[in-house]
């Protein structure tokens, strides 16, 4: 089991910056690829940023590309998500994911089997 847990969510003005943090404990592995979600209410959870094991690739949702950017600290299990110019319609509640297994289609939600609790953005205009 993996556990992965969110933090660095709060309540920012249009134009403003948050970085989100995600730890993983558990039976972790550096070699898969980690991403981040985000689900406003009443819609679909939808793709926000990926990051492959070693860093070496990145990958991003076209409506949050030039604006944040993943990190990852594979000797601290960590993800980030530096989250720039944010808008209010970035607002949501932002989910860590991790494979059991990686397949492919870093974009897709079921490729992800561990979730985190979720932390919630809000951006206000």
């Known amino acids: 089991q993996v556990q992965l847990v969110e933090s660095g969510g709060g309540l920012v003005q249009a134009g403003g910056s948050l970085r989100l943090s995600c730890a993983a404990s558990?039976?972790?592995?550096?070699?898969?690829?980690m991403g981040w979600f985000r689900q406003a209410p009443g819609q679909e959870r939808e793709f926000v940023s990926a990051i492959t094991s070693s860093g070496g690739n990145t990958y991003y949702a076209d409506s949050v590309k030039g604006r944040f950017a993943i990190y990852r600290d594979n000797a601290k299990n960590t993800v980030d998500l530096q989250m720039n110019s944010l808008k209010p319609e970035d607002t949501a509640v932002y989910y860590c994911a991790a494979p059991a297994h990686y397949y492919g289609g870093y974009w897709m939600p079921q490729s992800y089997d561990y979730w985190g609790q979720g932390t919630q953005v809000t951006v206000s205009s």
């Open positions: 558990g039976r972790t592995s550096s070699s898969t690829v």
